[in-house]
């Protein structure tokens, strides 16, 4: 993930006005999202950074900076390091990204695949997720789907970064009219 989202950035760096500011993306400011667009889930790292500052009490900023980039937890010790390897010589330390967001996602659908009843009912339960009317005998590749469009939404997910990064329409017309208004820029219209 981490390369194409520095790609992304290149090209916006390449191509992008003074009079936007700053476009560049990044995923612990919440204005990147990973998901699956035919499932209909999808997630930013701010909100998992919002679930697990709340878990936590701990603020949401911190959780966002150490769910992404150079970020590792150290299982035993119940503490964050920038060190990959652990001091004892044991096996490398998951990835904050790794550990608090792909693992749930990961062990979520796997369960619901593999049908393991007891252990996706637990995790639905505990993630507050709700299944009404038919979903409640969905199973396999139907259950993963629902329950993770109910988890996370990618409607949620796209609608929280268009509210909070992208400028109002009105603000927005002060760079965009000398890109898209060929008349007099002293007129009405512009």
């Not at 390369?3 to 992008?16: F, K, L, M, P, S």
């Not at 044991?90 to 619901?112: D, E, H, K, T």
């Not at 009912?121 to 259950?143: E, F, H, S, W, Y």
Request: net charge positive; proline share 4%.
């Amino acid at each position: 993930f981490r390369r194409t989202i520095e790609d992304v950035n290149v090209i916006v760096a390449t191509y992008g006005d003074a009079l936007m500011g700053d476009a560049q993306v990044a995923p612990e400011r919440g204005s990147v999202a990973f998901g699956s667009g035919r499932d209909g889930w999808g997630f930013s790292v701010e909100r998992f950074a919002k679930f697990y500052a709340a878990k936590y009490r701990v603020d949401a900023g911190t959780w966002a900076k150490r769910l992404w980039g150079d970020w590792f937890y150290d299982e035993q010790r119940k503490t964050w390091t920038t060190v990959a390897e652990p001091g004892s010589g044991g096996s490398p330390l998951p990835r904050g990204f790794c550990r608090f967001v792909i693992a749930p996602i990961s062990q979520l659908m796997r369960a619901s695949m593999d049908d393991q009843r007891e252990k996706y009912t637990k995790m639905i339960a505990g993630l507050g997720i709700v299944l009404k009317g038919d979903d409640r005998a969905l199973t396999g590749k139907d259950l993963m789907r629902r329950a993770m469009q109910l988890w996370i939404s990618a409607a949620d997910a796209l609608l929280s970064m268009i509210v909070v990064h992208l400028p109002s329409p009105k603000a927005a017309q002060q760079y965009r009219v000398e890109n898209l208004y060929s008349g007099p820029m002293d007129d009405e219209a512009a």
